[in-house]
């Protein structure tokens, strides 16, 4: 990923993504971030060579939030962009006000870059073996620091036209 990209992209994610997962909790987590960042860029270059331009997903975030925010979401995205939300069970479209705590991949994947750049101190990241997307993820930027960790688990990424 250019690295013009990535900043610009990580920016606006990580604002948008972290803001509404202020309560978020997990315990794991990984201390080099030379390690992280060798993961991370070779699972987005494996994403954009393998992964639909158009695509859904389903991810859960956990955290200390509304059950609107913790249920599974199908994520439908075109082209890096958030078109559709609805929930997973019923299929009901998530309310607005809650939009912004369910990213694309492209999304998670800035959230990452933005763990590393910042020193997070803890990052916790498992990537899909095929696609390279982040199927869990637990950041937490401050040990000191409570509520203000990312904690989300994500799976079934599938082709959408």
């Given at each position: 990923?250019?690295?013009?990209?990535?900043s610009t992209?990580?920016?606006l994610s990580a604002a948008l993504i972290l803001s509404p997962l202020a309560g978020c909790e997990n315990i794991t987590g990984v201390e080099d971030l030379?390690?992280?960042?060798?993961?991370?860029?070779r699972n987005w270059d494996r994403f954009e060579r393998n992964a639909p331009l158009s695509y859904n997903y389903t991810v859960r975030v956990a955290?200390?939030?509304?059950?609107?925010?913790?249920?599974?979401?199908?994520?439908?995205?075109?082209?890096?962009?958030?078109?559709?939300?609805?929930?997973?069970?019923?299929g009901r479209a998530v309310p607005f006000s809650y939009s912004d705590s369910f990213p694309s991949v492209e999304q998670l994947f800035d959230a990452?870059?933005?763990?590393?750049?910042?020193?997070a101190d803890r990052i916790d990241v498992d990537y899909d073996p095929?696609?390279?997307?982040p199927?869990?993820?637990?950041?937490?930027?401050?040990?000191?620091?409570?509520?203000?960790?990312?904690?989300?688990?994500?799976?079934?990424?599938?082709?959408?036209n």
């Open positions: 990923m250019t690295s013009i990209l990535r992209r990580t920016l030379g390690f992280e960042q060798s993961e991370l860029d955290c200390d939030c509304p059950s609107d925010v913790t249920r599974p979401v199908v994520v439908w995205v075109d082209r890096g962009s958030v078109e559709y939300l609805f929930y997973e069970v019923d990452i870059q933005d763990a590393i750049d910042r020193r095929t696609y390279g997307f199927r869990s993820v637990y950041i937490d930027y401050d040990r000191r620091v409570s509520d203000e960790e990312l904690s989300l688990t994500a799976w079934g990424l599938r082709r959408w």
